[in-house]
């Protein structure tokens, strides 16, 4: 039976791929998520290199704090969330709730932690023998740092990939604050892949809603596949 449904769900993937309802919230899914992928690395990239090139009196404590972030539901970061942007909450002013840019939002702050924990990591790894040799043969301080970040580059990669692999495949934030709306030829929908499916699971349209998983998975490979071209351009 299980079977059944899985070979149906590849057969509906096919002919899902062209159609324009399908093509609509998968472009959609990726706008969102690269949006949030963008803005997380906006303010978790200069704070990871100072994390992880710097030492202070309680820097373990701060590690500590973004590894446990990184371990809190979704589900929890949407309610978090509501509650701030609703009409009477602290940021209802924005606007935010039900929309492209609030999951965005949200999704920026589900992957911080990641991009900061996986590069302030690549960093620490290397750190501390690039510097010495980048030292020893003459550079300064800043330099230094500098040749640091450029060794660590194929991590960084690997957490703005992570990241946005992470963000494209939640669904909590994505069902609380974007609402799942979607009217054919609306300028206010918000649904994407992950909340589409779902719905069909929920409605018993197993075969539609594996189509779809087929075809998140399938972004989320394609984009692995571009990262690590890029990593071994950039290495």
Known sequence: MAWDYIIQGFSEAVKLID?????????????????????????????????????????????????????????IWGLVLYLMFVPLGPLGSLGLLYTEMGISVGQALLITPIIMSIVVNSLESIEGEIRELALTLGADEIRASFQVVRESIGGIVLAIIAAFN?????????????????????VYNTRVLTTAI???????????AIALGIILMGIVLAVNLLSNLVRKWLE
């Open 19 to 75: 159609d324009p309802y399908v093509i609509e919230i998968a472009i959609r899914s990726i706008k969102v998520s690269g949006i949030a992928t963008l803005m997380a690395v906006a303010w978790s990239l200069p704070i990871s290199v100072l994390l992880g090139l710097k030492d202070f009196p309680g820097k373990w404590l701060v590690k500590t704090l973004i590894n446990g972030l990184m371990g809190v539901p979704t589900v």
């Open 198 to 208: 779902q719905m069909y699971t929920v409605r018993a349209e197993i075969s539609i």
């Open 166 to 186: 992470r963000a494209i495949s939640e669904l909590g934030i994505a069902l609380m604050i974007g609402g799942n709306i979607y009217v054919r030829g609306g």
